[in-house]
């Protein structure tokens, strides 16, 4: 007889955005993301530094689709020369798998995309709760001056695809002109391999 998964709890610390247990812990530093950036430059500029980028505490349950895999990613706020700190971004490897985003903290954007070119982005603050349909890429992007901590849950099954979004890139970059934050058209989306 197979031992059945017992129910649990986790407790999440609103001021910190931490989860309690803190389950599988995962960092990005620039250093992990530095081809990811368009401004080359800056990222070799800040590499010495090497900033803590965003930090993830995900829920240790079976990756399965009986499960409901769920986390928190605090994102710390930042810019690579004028390109917003944002998290690496990735497809679900079980391609036709949704997701939940839900913000705690701050403020930014989610990028949204597909392998056929459709692109999104919502604004996300205190209280947003975004839907990311299956097939769609998905990145956080914190465009405020404090920690943007968002709640994430999506089946156990779906995985992380990052290295196709690590070859091609978002088709938009978040970046700071004039005080605001804008999106523009990523000038290295598309040319992987050419």
Same mark, same amino acid.
């Given at each position: 007889m197979t031992e059945k998964f017992m129910p649990f709890v986790t407790e999440l610390d609103f001021a910190t955005g931490k989860l309690n247990p803190e389950g599988h812990v995962i960092? *990005?530093?620039?250093?992990?993301?530095?081809?990811?950036?368009?401004?080359? #430059?800056a990222v070799r500029q800040l590499l010495g530094q090497n900033p803590l980028?965003? =930090?993830v505490y995900n829920v240790v349950v079976p990756e399965t689709a009986a499960h409901i895999q769920h986390c928190v990613t605090i994102?710390?706020?930042?810019?690579?020369?004028?390109e917003y700190?944002?998290?690496?971004?990735?497809y679900h490897e079980v391609l036709d798998r949704a997701e939940i985003y839900f913000c705690?903290?701050?403020k930014g954007q989610l990028l949204m995309q597909t392998q056929d070119g459709a692109?999104?982005?919502?604004d996300m603050v205190p209280g947003s709760v975004a839907y990311v349909a299956p097939e769609w890429a998905? *990145?956080? =992007?914190?465009?405020?001056? #404090?920690p943007f901590v968002f709640f994430a849950a999506y089946p156990g099954d779906a995985g992380h695809n990052y290295g196709d979004i690590e070859t091609e890139g978002f088709a938009k970059l978040s970046? #700071?002109?004039?005080? #605001?934050?804008v999106l523009v058209d990523n000038p290295r989306y598309g040319k992987a391999g050419k």
């Amino acid at each position: 007889m197979t031992e059945k998964f017992m129910p649990f709890v986790t407790e999440l610390d609103f001021a910190t955005g931490k989860l309690n247990p803190e389950g599988h812990v995962i960092t *990005r530093n620039l250093s992990h993301m530095k081809d990811m950036y368009y401004d080359q #430059e800056a990222v070799r500029q800040l590499l010495g530094q090497n900033p803590l980028i965003y =930090v993830v505490y995900n829920v240790v349950v079976p990756e399965t689709a009986a499960h409901i895999q769920h986390c928190v990613t605090i994102l710390y706020p930042g810019k690579v020369g004028n390109e917003y700190f944002m998290t690496k971004g990735h497809y679900h490897e079980v391609l036709d798998r949704a997701e939940i985003y839900f913000c705690l903290k701050g403020k930014g954007q989610l990028l949204m995309q597909t392998q056929d070119g459709a692109f999104a982005s919502i604004d996300m603050v205190p209280g947003s709760v975004a839907y990311v349909a299956p097939e769609w890429a998905h *990145r956080t =992007v914190n465009t405020g001056d #404090e920690p943007f901590v968002f709640f994430a849950a999506y089946p156990g099954d779906a995985g992380h695809n990052y290295g196709d979004i690590e070859t091609e890139g978002f088709a938009k970059l978040s970046v #700071e002109q004039n005080g #605001e934050a804008v999106l523009v058209d990523n000038p290295r989306y598309g040319k992987a391999g050419k």
